[in-house]
């Protein structure tokens, strides 16, 4: 068989030690680092440009994560040029460390300092792989090969810092794949690159300790995190940081318990861009946090912001589900859940700890409506019915024709016991809201003045009718001329128009709610502009109103097929 699990052998575990992660709860936030520039960017089917760094750049640091990794400027001259943009032009705030990514080659170190020169502040970050596998099948090097590259690298990088005092400089070790990587050898190869560096406690180094690929569970990562910090020596000289990868889909939660462990920094992506299934991402770990009534120390108050920029610089769209911020989070399509939420909702007071069924934080921290959300969904099969329409046809329903046309398409679904094609949902809108007889338009000019006057003519069966009106504009006029006309007031409750895009003769749609002598009446029509539109949807009101009892329906096709 191809799907054999018999192939596969559990990740090797850490050796018994007294771990006391599961014991602990999380009071504060971690040190944020961006590897969107970096880990990301290579990522990417077309990596980013110098230009689109440097919007992604401003987006970081207003978010206000104090860590980014900006680059491979020895690798790239794309992130090469990108390095210096931020030095040349003083791009870096004060409190903003840059960090850049080199391996264990002299040529690139020497490179990566010239990349950093004018730099008030930055972290060279050294790597090289260190599992069992890439020594044997890759490097075909024992440990001891291993750790000699991880000196001389280390070496090199001490070096060619004295030749810049000018600059902080903060050195970083990665023992890449330390995910599959015996414990005893991460510490000893680690051990060995601070006997180059001899951090202290005033100038500690940065040990990070990846998931290059989740190979086991969280929890398994965060004893080799807490076995690590345990074991390492000097660990007051150390900063444990952490570089999560989601092959497992467990990026974020491996994050979180290396926290519990003993990290105090993070490395990961806005979103969880990066290689494979992606990095950590921040914004959940940290409104994870937020949720607990701890300070993320970021500022996620406008997603959207942050959403929009990440799709347009990496071509990648956000998932409408994505934790926290997804377009479709704060949705609800079951009644049930709507019912919880609205009836929390009344019962929430605003000075006491949020309480609200299916909503672990209040949307509006983020800038969310949970009312617009609410109103979208607020029947079971509401939602997915203005979805269909908009992701379909372009069509827009305002609140109030979702709960008037809510009815009839559940009625119509019922009837079939089965769901309605967006196809089927716009007929059943336009049988019950869009009645362009007896009334019907012909023809209609509008004049500017002190107010806007419309001539407009109506057909009536044969009968030909020439009305005249003014008003604040085209709508109000024809209310108006139909005043004059027919002596019935038709007061226009709310009103909602848009261009639909597209080929068609139909290019633009109007909804109505008006009031016609106490009836409240919704309605709605398409035509080539929105005057047009919005015209023949108060005819076609005024037509619901006049019809006592309304036509009988017409049997709707089952275009489905």
Known sequence: MAFDHRKYRPAPRVPAFDRTWPDKDLDRAPIWVSEDLRDGNQALLEPMSVEQKKRF?????????????????????????FVRWLIEEQQIPEDVTIAVLVQCREHLIEKTFESLVGAKRAIVHLYN?????????????????????????????????????????????????????????????????????????????????PTTVEVAGPHHHADQIEYFCQHIKNRDSVIVSVHTHND??????????ALLAGAERVEGTLLGNGERTGNMDIVTLAMNLYSQGIDPELDLTNPDEIIQVVQECTGIAMHPRHPWVGEM?????????????????????????????????????????????????????????????????????????????????????????????????????????????????ADYRLSKGQHEGIEVTLWEGAETLRLEGNGNGAMSAFTDAWRKHSGVNVAIVDYSEHSLGGDSEA???????????????????????????????????????????????????????
């Open 248 to 257: 497992r889909g467990g990026a974020v939660a491996s994050a979180e318990l």
């Open 507 to 561: 290019n633009a749609i109007a909804f109505v709610q008006l009031n016609i002598d106490g009836q409240r009446i919704c309605a709605v029509a398409e035509d080539s502009d929105t005057v047009s539109a919005s015209l023949k949807a108060l005819l076609s009101g005024i037509n619901i109103a006049r019809c006592e009892p309304q036509p009988a329906r017409r049997a709707i096709e089952d275009t489905t097929a």
């Open 129 to 209: 792989s260190t599992s069992t596998i890439q020594r044997e099948r890759v490097f075909e090097m024992d440990r001891d090969g291993i750790t000699d590259i991880a000196v001389q690298g280390a070496t090199w990088v001490k070096t060619y810092a004295e030749r810049y005092p000018e600059v902080e400089w903060c050195f970083e070790y990665t023992p890449e794949s330390f995910s599959s990587t015996e414990i005893d050898f991460s510490i000893a190869i680690c051990e060995a690159v601070m006997d180059v560096w001899q951090p202290t406690p005033d100038n500690k180094c940065i040990l990070n300790l």
């Open 57 to 81: 750049w401003h987006q970081i640091v207003k978010v206000g994560i104090k860590e980014v990794m900006v680059g491979f400027p020895s690798a790239s001259q794309p992130d090469y040029d």
């Open 329 to 441: 989070v704060y949705t609800a399509f079951s009644g049930s859940h709507q019912d919880a939420i609205r009836k929390s909702l009344k019962h929430q007071k605003p000075d006491e700890p949020w309480q609200v069924a299916y909503l672990p934080i209040d949307p509006h921290d983020i800038g969310r409506d949970y009312q617009a959300v609410i109103r979208v969904n607020s029947q079971s099969g509401k939602g997915g019915m203005a979805f269909l329409l908009e992701r379909d046809y372009g069509i827009n329903l305002p609140r109030w024709m979702m709960l008037a046309l809510a009815p009839y398409v559940q009625k119509e679904s019922e009837a079939r016991a089965s769901e309605l094609s967006s196809e089927m949902i716009r007929q059943v809108m336009f049988e019950h809201f869009s009645q362009q007889a007896p009334l019907a338009l």
